[in-house]
């Protein structure tokens, strides 16, 4: 994939979404074939690809992670399912995606106080590696995405974000691209890379065995 997508260098946009996320535990290592990222988290790590030559990461201010390659640029987002649930309860995947995107949107419209411009949603499904089941390696998870245009005058850049549940957090990929770069394409690569998670299992805490206390012998007179 040859397309370039351009981050805007108002990072407003990307890091309004979720200025009070925790910053998370992850890791990024270099490759051939581009930016491997893992996330260590306890409740279900995982790893996955942002594909392409010449990989460059950053960890912003906020906790999210920009990586770009010469295939594009997107902005990473660990976001804790109980930083938008609060009280509410949700039964399946799709109900929690769906209120992190109500979420998400609501924070940049009282951001920008305005609503946002040609907003577009839907949902599709993604597959993913599952190294913990040995039966079903392949796992078909929900995915919802979500374009839009920034209020701001004479903007005519768009941004797409496209989230998928990965046990008590979303991960959330976002790009903001020039007008004549066509969304579907810009949303195949967040597909790919969602596409390219890979489950890993959860790792088993042990406790180091406790000492065994000799009591010392009686001296004998």
Same mark, same amino acid.
């Given at each position: 994939m040859k397309t370039t997508i351009a981050i805007l260098i108002v990072s407003f946009i990307l890091s309004v979404t979720i200025a009070a996320q925790q910053t998370p535990d992850?890791? #990024? =290592?270099? *490759?051939?074939?581009? +930016? +491997? @990222?893992?996330?260590?988290? %306890? @409740? $279900? /790590?995982? *790893?996955?690809? @942002? *594909?392409? %030559?010449?990989? #460059?990461?950053? $960890?912003?201010?906020?906790?999210s992670l920009l990586v770009g #390659?010469? *295939?594009? =640029?997107?902005?990473?987002?660990?976001?804790?399912s109980v930083d938008f649930l609060a009280k509410k309860k949700t039964d399946t995947a799709v109900e929690t995606l769906i209120v992190h995107r109500d979420h998400d949107i609501s924070t940049q419209e009282k951001a920008w106080k305005a609503k946002l411009n040609d907003l577009e949603k839907g949902e599709s499904f993604v597959k993913m590696h599952d190294l913990s089941n040995k039966l079903f390696p392949t796992k078909l998870a929900p995915t919802l995405y979500w374009l839009y245009t920034? /209020?701001? /005058?004479?903007n005519t850049d768009r941004t797409l974000y496209q989230t998928v549940l990965l046990g008590d957090q979303v991960l959330m990929l976002g790009a903001v691209f020039e007008k004549i770069t066509k969304a579907d394409e810009v949303r195949s690569f967040l597909t790919q890379t969602l596409e390219s998670i890979t489950l890993l299992p959860i790792q088993? $805490?042990?406790t180091p065995a406790g000492k065994k206390i000799v009591k010392p012998k009686a001296l004998k007179r």
């Open positions: 992850f890791s #990024t =290592v270099k *490759s051939e074939k581009g +930016m +491997m @990222v893992l996330n260590n988290n %306890k @409740v $279900q /790590p995982f *790893s996955f690809l @942002v *594909s392409g %030559k010449n990989p #460059t990461g950053r $960890q912003n201010d906020d906790g #390659t010469d *295939s594009g =640029v997107i902005v990473v987002y660990f976001v804790r920034a /209020p701001k /005058p004479d088993k $805490q042990t």
